[in-house]
C-alpha cells in the first residue's frame, strides 16, 4: 500500500473494519509492543540496547517511508512483493544505523533526542491541515519542520541527558506500542496516517473520523504518562547511562580550571616501560 491510497476513513461513515492480516506483519506488530514496551517503562535502566533500537528505529521508519514515496514504479516479481522489499531494505538500512548509534555515545545520544523530535513534530504537523494546499505544492516543507524538531531533540537530551533518555524512551515506546497494537485493530491507519502527513496532503476531510482510531490515538498520551511515572519513580533508579562510554565521553568534557596537562593524563598506561 503505497502513501497515495491511504484507508485512514475521513468523512467515511462506515466506520466497519476490513481487516486483513499477513504474517509478516503481524510478527513485527508483535515485536513492536514488545520493544516498545521495553522502551516505555524500562528505557533507561537498558539505556545500550535502548540506543541501538532508536538508531534501528529511525532508520527503519526513514527508509521504508522513502520506500513507500518513491520506489513505486515497480514491475514484475518486484512488484508482488514490494512490502517485503520495503521491508528488507528497511531492516538492512536500520541494522547499520542502530549499531553505529550503539558504538559511539554522543552520536546514539543525538540520534535518540532526534528520533523523539522526529516523531513529536510528526504528532503536530496535522496542525497545519488548514494549510493542506501550500503543504501538497511544498512537499519538502513538512520535511524541514521534522529535521528542525529532530536537531532540536538531538540538542537537548545532550544538554538534560537523564531527565531528555527517559522523556524520549517512554515516548517512543508508547508510540511503537500503539503502533503494533493499531495494526491488529485497524492494520495500521495510525501509521499510515503518519505517511499521508508527510506527503503535505491531508486537510480536515482526511482527518480520522471513526472512534476506534481516536483511542488508538489515545493510546500514545497515556502510555507515555504511564512510562514517565515508572521510569522516574522505579526503574531508572540506581543506574548510570554514562557507563561503559567513560573514554568516549572525556572527548567532550573541558578538564578541571585547575587541572594540568600531566594530571589530564595521570590515570593512563604508559607506552614504555622503564623497567629492564
Not at 528505557?43 to 541501538?52: H, M, Q
Not at 528488507?88 to 553505529?100: D, E, K, Q
Not at 516523531?119 to 503543504?135: I, K, N, T
Not at 489515545?218 to 522516574?232: E, K, M, V
Amino acid at each position: 500500500m503505497d502513501g497515495k491510497s491511504i484507508p485512514i476513513h475521513g468523512d467515511s461513515k462506515d466506520c466497519e473494519l476490513h481487516n486483513t492480516y499477513d504474517v509478516q506483519f503481524c510478527v513485527l506488530a508483535a515485536v513492536s509492543v514488545l520493544l516498545g514496551s521495553v522502551m516505555c517503562f524500562c528505557g533507561y535502566k537498558f539505556f545500550k540496547f535502548i540506543l541501538f533500537c532508536s538508531g534501528f528505529l529511525i532508520g527503519f521508519f526513514i527508509t521504508y517511508t522513502l520506500c513507500a514515496m518513491y520506489l513505486t514504479n515497480l514491475s514484475g516479481s518486484l512488484l508482488v512483493h514490494k512490502q517485503q522489499l520495503y521491508l528488507g531494505i528497511a531492516a538492512f538500512t536500520g541494522l547499520i544505523s542502530g549499531i553505529i548509534a550503539l558504538c559511539v555515545f554522543y552520536l546514539g545520544l543525538f540520534v535518540l533526542g532526534a528520533t523523539m523530535g522526529w516523531f513529536v513534530g510528526m504528532a503536530f504537523l496535522p496542525l497545519l491541515s488548514e494549510h493542506s494546499a501550500y503543504l501538497n505544492e511544498n512537499t519538502w516543507l513538512p520535511f524541514v519542520i521534522l529535521f528542525a524538531c529532530a536537531i532540536l531533540g538531538g540538542i537537548l537530551i545532550i544538554c538534560l541527558q537523564k531527565i531528555i533518555i527517559i522523556i524520549a524512551t517512554s515516548f517512543l515506546g508508547a508510540f511503537c506500542i500503539t503502533n503494533g497494537l493499531d495494526y491488529y485493530i485497524e492494520n495500521n491507519v495510525t501509521l499510515y496516517y503518519s505517511i499521508k502527513v508527510l506527503h503535505g496532503s491531508v486537510d480536515e476531510t482526511m482527518k480520522p473520523r471513526c472512534w476506534y482510531t481516536w483511542t488508538v490515538f489515545a493510546f500514545i498520551p497515556i502510555l507515555f504518562i504511564a512510562g514517565l511515572a515508572i521510569q522516574f519513580a522505579i526503574t531508572s533508579k540506581g543506574k548510570d547511562h554514562t557507563r561503559g562510554y567513560d573514554r568516549q565521553r572525556t572527548i567532550l568534557v573541558a578538564p578541571p580550571p585547575d587541572a594540568t596537562m600531566m594530571q589530564d593524563f595521570a590515570d593512563t598506561q604508559p607506552l614504555v616501560s622503564n623497567q629492564a
